[in-house]
């Protein structure tokens, strides 16, 4: 297990997105859930009630927000992500995890990236945490686990426990990154002396060409 997802008690809620949605840990977690329109489907169709639906609700069954808390919010200037990130703001329900970011359309991911990039929240998937590093991020991970991190929009990092080391390399989204390196430890630690980082961690040891490890 991922030490983020231990220390459970600094986050104050779930923001579920309209992506692949990681249900079975979502109704284990004793958190508010907020869910951005069309994300209540899904969870309500495996039996996790949302305490909160938020968007333009052009995705969710209708039936659905009947006895429901909801809010239509109609306007197209922000996506129904960001106006949930705006409610919780609101609310004092800051940070969040974050899940339902990966799944559907490659522009909503991609556009679901820089908008997580932007905050102080972890995004959580079926296999996969991500996090925003800003200045240093000591992470418990599985040995032989894949480590995947860019610049957002660039970084200069330096890793310790890490295959391919990074001792002050600059990575950016469009241009050089860190994909696919490998936990040689435990422990992780990254240090961000410019800019900020997103790091992705996938949750269980990957045997594969890459890794050490046998399966």
């Known amino acids: 297990m991922i030490k983020i997802l231990k220390n459970l008690g ?19 977690i004793n958190l508010p859930i907020i869910a951005a329109d069309g994300a209540a489907n899904t969870l309500i169709r495996n039996g996790i009630e949302p305490n909160f639906i938020i968007g333009d609700l052009d995705s969710v069954d209708s039936d659905l927000l009947c006895g429901r808390s909801h809010l239509r919010i109609e306007s197209q200037n922000s996506t129904d992500f960001e106006k949930a990130l705006d409610y919780i703001e609101e609310e004092s329900m800051t940070p969040a995890i974050v899940t339902g970011i990966d799944g559907g359309y490659i522009d909503h991911v991609l556009g679901n990236i820089g908008i997580f990039s932007r905050t102080r929240c ?15 991020q000591n992470l418990e991970v599985p040995m032989n686990t894949k480590i995947s991190i860019f610049g957002m929009p660039q970084c200069i990092v330096k890793s310790k426990g890490l295959r391919w080391e990074l001792d002050g390399n600059e990575l950016s989204i469009s241009g050089k990154s860190s994909c696919s390196n490998r936990a040689v430890s435990e422990q992780v630690n990254l240090k961000i002396s410019s800019g900020r980082a997103i790091v992705f961690v996938y949750t269980k040891v990957i045997c594969d060409a890459g890794s050490a490890c046998t399966r």
């Not at 600094?10 to 284990?28: A, N, Q, R, T, V």
């Not at 998937?125 to 590093?133: A, F, G, P, Q």
Request: proline share 3%; hydrophobic share 40%; charged share 30%.
């Open 10 to 28: 600094e986050y104050k809620s779930i923001i579920c997105l309209d992506g692949d949605l990681p249900c079975d840990l979502i109704g284990k």
């Open 122 to 136: 972890v995004a959580v998937s079926r296999d996969m945490v991500s996090v925003i590093v800003e200045k240093e």
